[in-house]
């Protein structure tokens, strides 16, 4: 899976960090930006998903207007045997209510976020799962994220790559779609980059109807926006979550973690749960002891709610897909 990361030069970056941005946009948009000539940039982008720098052109659906709450499904395995493990791994990865796997090293082997529309249905989906491989699991943790926010990567724009974030919160809601919408989002969730023409072939539809259906769910922010997911192997840093169980949050240390995390280059999310962990951070770092710079400075500012916490490194995302069905 992991191979060696590529060189990226400023302009690979500031590329990289404008498809986040939007990885719709055209060429020229994003090339004026970038300030080199489109030709180079189209070049440059095939370059950058051919060595695996950009994984997929994402679209970020808020699943949770549609329905659906995520559950954070961390699991530690008790079978070493390789065929039985990258057999339950396939399984996590090809199942439609699954929207993201990660390898996971330390405490948890897996992690598997899981879409439902409720906790029967949740169920359903987890031991159906677990069903298929009797004893296989081991540890199983559970969290239900209430809120969360993620950040795109500031410090591919240098000092002066303003990031955005995208966030995902409240009560599920039956925003509607019909099965021409529906499709759309399955199609973009798979390549945000794809034509209106393609959309509509597949879709079996015109591309004027695809363009109002995409404008529609822009509009209700069923669609939030197009991104590009970046491996951070692939360019060369390190991913890791914080899992922590938390005591005497309130409202003023909970705006101080969000400015925390808003205004930390490096962090990557922050999910708000309920269940085993209270809070879930991810962080990129340069390496191991920029990891551990990070953590301690995390330990040091928030310990004094801290009860209990899990510094997850994650080996590769599997899976990411904000609307996998």
Known sequence: MDSKPVHLDKKDRLILFELQKGSRRSLGEISREVKISTQALHYRIERLVKNGAIASFITLVDFARL????????????????????????ELISHKNVWIVAECSGKYDLLAGILAKNIVQFYSILHGINRKFPGLVKVCHISI??????????????????????????????????????????????DARTPVIELAKKAGTTPATVRSKMKRLEKDRIIAGYSAFISHRNIGYENFEILASLRGMDEKKELELEEYCRSSPY????????????????????????????????????????????AVPIASWRKFTYYPF
């Open 67 to 90: 329905g659906f709450v995520s559950h954070e499904v961390w699991l530690q395995l008790a079978s070493e045997k390789k065929a039985e493990r990258a057999a339950f791994l396939e």
């Open 145 to 190: 994220p209430s809120q969360s926010i993620s950040y795109q990567k500031a410090y591919l724009g240098g000092k002066e790559g303003k990031r955005g974030e995208f966030s995902i919160s409240g009560e599920p809601q039956q925003a509607g779609a019909d099965a021409i919408e529906l499709k759309l989002l399955s199609l973009l969730s798979s």
């Open 267 to 310: 962090s990557t999310f922050l999910i708000k749960c309920i269940g085993k962990w209270g809070i879930d951070v991810g962080f990129d770092a340069t390496d191991s002891q920029h990891a551990q710079k990070i953590l301690a400075d995390f330990r040091d500012r928030f310990g004094n709610m801290i009860d209990e916490y899990d």
